[in-house]
């Protein structure tokens, strides 16, 4: 008799289940087609390319090319056009200065229907935040890009790339060319642990690799899962072997930053562990010089060895010896690890431990595969104009001297080299393409408007290629960067790093850091192309190369520079 009676109550409940799944399902549905009918109407006034009745444009864009696709929609239809990743999801693809200008002077929020993706790895960090929270930590963070901070980090650069430079010595013995991006992303990890979280050992360990690997995966996960509509919801992800493959490739950076990442990334709680840092509960940086890793000794800073927590703890600690204290507050430079963990809003209430590793998370991500494009992109301008090559390598080698690395006031001087990687970010900018939800109408300069909640894509890909702004386009002409040339030029015409208040908060470092790697790459080798392997472009969140950038190299025996 109970078993009857159970068996009957569980069916119901499995009735009950289907019915209340059904129902949620449909009402997902017309939350859905509301939200197209309110995207696609915004967008009436905006011709643009034919869309599949269910990809809409996400097959053209999954395509080997579609960066090149898109420079030539941008042909066909002048200003912007819309762009459907899927029936659900529908973009204002922007190109052009003006239309730059109206969306990206204002601090619109990020589109949380792309950045929303990234909050299982980077949580709520600088990047993905918004509102007064992004206000409150951008403030905290801005002094971990002072000058004077920047200022010892040429050194680290240096040796950084010195050690890389000795491996290709090796590699350049074999006579045949490699693929340089490898090598460049492990440099640039290594220079970026050391900076900001004052890793101390030198070399890159296998966490580093793996850390590195889980990286690429992750980008290029997040790139196909922003491309494919059937993975822009949640629940229907994880089930799949592609989220199940993004969680995997989450913990296995999550292991290296050593953050235990919070099952709900949304819950940051106010408050952590921290000891009070000074005297008064306002702005604690003022009152908080403490370069961490000279404190702690290595292994404090080593982020992948006692983790976040661990280190919080012994901060705590350090901080509750009074001459520590004192100690502290005489040193005069922060290193960014020291900003975070000392960090308070004006009402004295520290970041949460939550906060603390989405944004050590944030910056490790955002400080090295950025960069490692930049470089790696540049190496392969230089072996593609080979003139504009000598003519770099003619001046950093006059910088130089007869000493062997580069220091602060060098990196002024690189005049020419400047004008390069800045043409190199115009071709192959890092970041190609940035997105935002309009939180108030705008109108453009052709009379045309959108209504808040609308959806903008920024392709920096296309608007680095628009001919109305960049005569012929596609030649690599330094020259563009002049300061005449550069004054007579629309400012938003040119946004590697982005701009406006979301602008790239790490721009001075990672143009010291390119400055400082590319001219030492360039007195070591002379940079040539690898015919048989051109690069193929592909948009990964960063500019890559399907078949990584293969290059050759001829060690110089320059005397200095090494
Ligand atoms: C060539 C190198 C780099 C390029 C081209 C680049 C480009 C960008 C772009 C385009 C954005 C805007 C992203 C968006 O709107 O979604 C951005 C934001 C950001 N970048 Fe960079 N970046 C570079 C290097 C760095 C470095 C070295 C760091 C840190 C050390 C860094 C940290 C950040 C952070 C935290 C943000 C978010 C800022 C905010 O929203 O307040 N970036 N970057």
Redesign the pocket.
Known sequence: MLSVLLSLNLSHLGLWASGLILVLGFLKLIHLLLRRQMLARAMDSFPGPPTHWLFGHALEIQKTGSLDKVVSWAHQFPYAHPLWLGQFLGFLNIYEPDYVKAVYSRGDP?AADV?DFFLQWIGK???V?HGPK?YEH?KLLTPGFHYDVLKPYVAVFNNSTHAMLDKWEEKAREDKSFDIFCDVGHMALDS?MKC?FGKGNSGLSHRDNSYYLAVSDLTLLMQQRIESFQYHNDFIYWLTPHGRRFLRACQEAHDHTGGHFPQDPTTGSQGSSLAPLGPSGTSAIAEFQPPFRQRMGPQAVTLSAPGPDQVIKERKAALQDEKEQEKIQNQRHLDFLDILLGARDESGIKLSDAELRAEVD??MF???D??T??ISWFLYCMALYPEHQSRCREEVCEILGDRDSFQWDDLGKMTYLTMCIKES?RLY???PQ???QLSKPVNFVDGRSLPAGSLISLH?YALHRNSSVWPDSEVFDPLRFTPENVATRHPFAF????AGP??????Q??MN??KVVTALCLLRFEFALDPLQPPIKMPQLILRSKNGIHLRLKPLHLGSGK
């Open positions: 990020k950045y960090g600088l990047l935040l992004w951008r970026l900001t944030t910056f955002e400080g090295h950025t960069t494009s930049g970010l900018p890092p970041v940035v997105y935002r920096i946004m590697p790093f982005s979301r602008n790239c908060i790490g721009q470092f990672a850091e390119m």
